[in-house]
Nanobody, 127 residues
Framework: QVQLVESGGGLVKTGNSLTLSCAAT????????AAWFRQAPGKEHEFVAA????????AYGNSVKGRFTISRDDAKNTRYLQMNSLIPGDASVYYC????????????????????WGQGTQVTVSS
């Protein structure tokens, strides 16, 4: 079983940047495709970004495209979410998730396909 722990959340001002980290233990992160989702109070989980196990394929939600970047560092067994030009609408609890990679280029935006989740990290954006 893989365990995921997010970090890096906090309070930032509109227009600033923040980088979230998702560290995996128990299994090599390279065996999994990974994704970030977020959930604001009273709202459904929203897909943010996904990356295939080798990093060749990535995908982004429409609301973050061009501002956020998902990346990987297998040496550190960690996935990252670089968030630039943050706006109040980005304020949420951000969750890292992993799913077994059925192929090197596999990823999915469907949260139901992700079996392993971190505990979440809060991002707050002040105007």
């Amino acid at each position: 079983q893989v365990q995921l722990v997010e970090s890096g959340g906090g309070l930032v001002k509109t227009g600033n940047s923040l980088t979230l980290s998702c560290a995996a233990t128990g299994r090599p992160f390279g065996n999994y495709a990974a994704a970030w989702f977020r959930q604001a109070p009273g709202k459904e989980h929203e897909f943010v970004a996904a990356i295939s196990r080798r990093g060749a394929n990535t995908a982004y939600g429409n609301s973050v495209k061009g501002r956020f970047t998902i990346s990987r560092d297998d040496a550190k067994n960690t996935r990252y979410l670089q968030m630039n030009s943050l706006i109040p609408g980005d304020a949420s609890v951000y969750y890292c998730a992993a799913t077994r990679a059925i192929a090197n280029d596999y990823y999915t935006t469907d949260r139901e396909q992700y079996a392993w989740w971190g505990q979440g990290t809060q991002v707050t954006v002040s105007s």
